[in-house]
């Protein structure tokens, strides 16, 4: 039986992933929505930028409860890693709630000692922006060494 604690992603760290995801988009010049959620999908901590549109509130939150509930990044694929063509992720995402999952890129899972924690969403750039400051959350908090 293992008796090592659960790891749980704490407030703090939630606020150094948002740090750091902020200062990416900023960089990329994107106003951008971030949501960081638990590893149950339950925000922890939002913020929509100035000049961030109203549609990636929703988006952004989607996206960090589906990279959590699936742990693996968000995109055209299925929650075992098949790839999904357009009609299948519609059907999923309908079928789901697009509250609740969705496969956009932009979602990362938020990892600790191999255990997923949280996930992160991004929305407001590209996809591949999306991403690029979803990654640059995930690392802040890697490279502090605790979640």
């Known amino acids: 039986m293992d008796t090592t604690p659960a ?10 992933i948002m740090a750091a995801a902020l200062a990416k988009a900023r960089e990329l010049g994107r106003a951008m929505s971030v949501a ?5 999908g339950h925000l922890l901590l939002f913020t929509r930028m100035e000049q961030g549109k109203a549609h990636t509130v ?3 939150q989607a ?4 990279a959590a509930s699936n742990r693996m990044p968000t995109g055209k ?9 357009d009609t299948a ?8 709630g697009p509250d609740r999952f969705t496969t956009l890129p932009g979602g990362l899972p938020i990892l600790a000692d191999g255990h997923c924690v949280g996930g ?8 591949a922006e999306d991403v690029e400051v979803a990654q ?4 802040a908090l890697a490279a502090a060494g605790r979640p």
């Open 7 to 16: 790891r749980r992603l704490t407030q703090a760290g939630a606020e150094r």
């Open 36 to 40: 960081i959620v638990d590893e149950g």
């Open 58 to 60: 929703t988006i952004a």
């Open 63 to 66: 996206k960090a409860r589906t």
């Open 77 to 85: 694929v299925g929650s075992t890693g098949h790839p999904l063509d």
């Open 89 to 96: 992720a519609l059907a999923i995402t309908l079928a789901a």
């Open 120 to 127: 992160i969403g991004v929305s407001g750039g590209t996809g």
């Open 136 to 139: 640059a959350g995930v690392a």
